[in-house]
């Protein structure tokens, strides 16, 4: 069964940590993305990469940094995590080619304290 | 810049009503998406349509495409309250590569 999977379900922070949110795709996808999802603000992506080693900027960058470094694995690091970026966090890959359909993950729903 | 706009935002709708929900784009794509989210869940693909007058049917659920009106419908037929939940359109931007365009979400609730 294919599949997006999460480090952390929840996870709480105080502010000015440092947090790192995995995400791991065991489809051998060349993009992979992390969208914030808030109430009344829909979907909102942060960063995506097409492939190893390659990112750009999404919509809301602001205050996050990514590292892809192996194909299946994408990280979203927080430098200093602040109470604004308490949210749900969800990770997806998709294949560039075929359906091109994007798979999400099971999100993790950070609060920052 | 893409535009994606679901509406209703918000339906309730009583079991057993049929109901439509309109998903229109603002620029030219070939396709498009429809997710399920249930409350504290991630987001569950439902359809994937590819090209103009695709439709796709599961269940209780049909969606459809118009890429000349840049409209996609998601109907839902006799409505039970099992398909209580948030429905996403994402539209594919054709010219930035890889990323997709998510409308707001229609928040559906299927009374008893």
């Known amino acids: 069964d294919v599949k997006v999977t999460q480090s952390s379900r929840y996870l709480v922070k105080r502010t000015g940590e440092k947090v790192f949110l995995e995400c791991v795709q065991d489809?051998?996808?060349?993009?992979m993305f992390w969208y914030r999802q808030d109430p009344g603000l829909g979907l909102r992506l942060i960063y995506f990469?097409?492939?190893?080693?390659?990112?750009e900027k999404g919509d809301i960058p602001e205050g996050y940094s990514v590292s892809r470094e192996k194909k299946e694995r994408f990280s979203l690091i927080l430098e200093s995590a602040s109470t604004n970026q308490t949210s749900m966090y969800l990770c997806?890959?998709?294949?560039?080619?075929?359906?091109?359909?994007?798979?999400f993950g099971p999100g993790t729903r950070l609060t920052v304290t | 810049e893409l535009k994606v706009e679901q509406n209703p935002l918000f339906l309730s709708m009583q079991e057993g009503k049929n109901y439509t929900i309109y998903c229109n784009y603002s620029?030219?794509?070939?396709?498009l998406y429809w997710y399920r989210q249930d409350p504290g869940k991630s987001l569950e693909s439902l359809f994937v349509l590819l090209s103009n007058g695709a439709v796709k049917q599961e269940g209780r659920l049909m969606a459809s495409l118009d890429t000349k009106a840049r409209l996609s419908t998601l109907h839902i037929t006799a409505a039970v309250h099992d398909l209580s939940a948030t429905y996403f359109c994402?539209?594919?931007?054709?010219?930035?590569?890889?990323?997709?365009?998510f409308g707001e979400g229609t928040q559906l609730t299927v009374n008893p």
């Open positions: 997806a890959s998709r294949s560039p080619s075929g359906h091109r359909l994007i798979l």
């Open positions: 620029t030219t794509s070939d396709r």
């Open positions: 994402a539209v594919d931007e054709k010219t930035s590569g890889s990323r997709l365009t």
């Open positions: 489809m051998d996808h060349e993009n």
């Open positions: 990469s097409y492939d190893v080693k390659m990112k």
